[in-house]
């Protein structure tokens, strides 16, 4: 079963109703995940009952060990695919959903940044170009997407942290 069908009605709504490249790339991201997670294609998704979706959705939230900024996202990319194909859910019910799970990685119940060692070790595993791009991002706190960069080089990044 395909999960994603390019030619889609729902997935046609969904993608091309976003401005933005950056966030028809993480909105697509997220709703794949999500669509893969339940083995479903959007549009029997979004055919299902409003009481089961909305039951599907909680549940993935509760139950998957992804961070409240993910899952923010993921219930955006979400909504907008609802919304878009004109399904109405209880948006408000579903963001109660929402909690951080716990990571070990936190101050004051959010990501912390990196610390001094760990900032040495990345750095001991990078060329200068990586070196120079971890330590932009690092030390200014600006999401990726922020750099031009190509895709390959910034998926070091990933692998090494």
Known sequence: MQVIDEQDVTYYNFINSLDSEYTKKYYK?????????Y??????????????????????LVETKISKQYKN???????????INDVMLNWKKI??????EKTG?????????????EILTILSF????IKIIFL?????GIKMGALRLSYN?????YVIA
């Open 126 to 129: 990078c060329d200068q170009r």
């Open 73 to 83: 996202l993921l219930s955006a990319s979400l909504k907008h695919a609802c919304e």
């Open 29 to 37: 991201f997220c709703l794949e995940k999500f669509l893969n997670h």
């Open 153 to 157: 080089k910034i998926s070091i990044l």
């Open 105 to 117: 990685n936190e101050t004051n119940g959010r990501d912390r940044g990196y610390t001094h060692e």
């Open 136 to 140: 932009i991002l690092a030390s200014t």
């Open 95 to 100: 963001k109660k959903f929402i909690n951080s």
């Open 39 to 60: 083995k479903i294609d959007l549009a029997s998704l979004l055919k299902l009952p409003e009481d089961q979706l909305t039951n599907l959705i909680i549940k993935y």
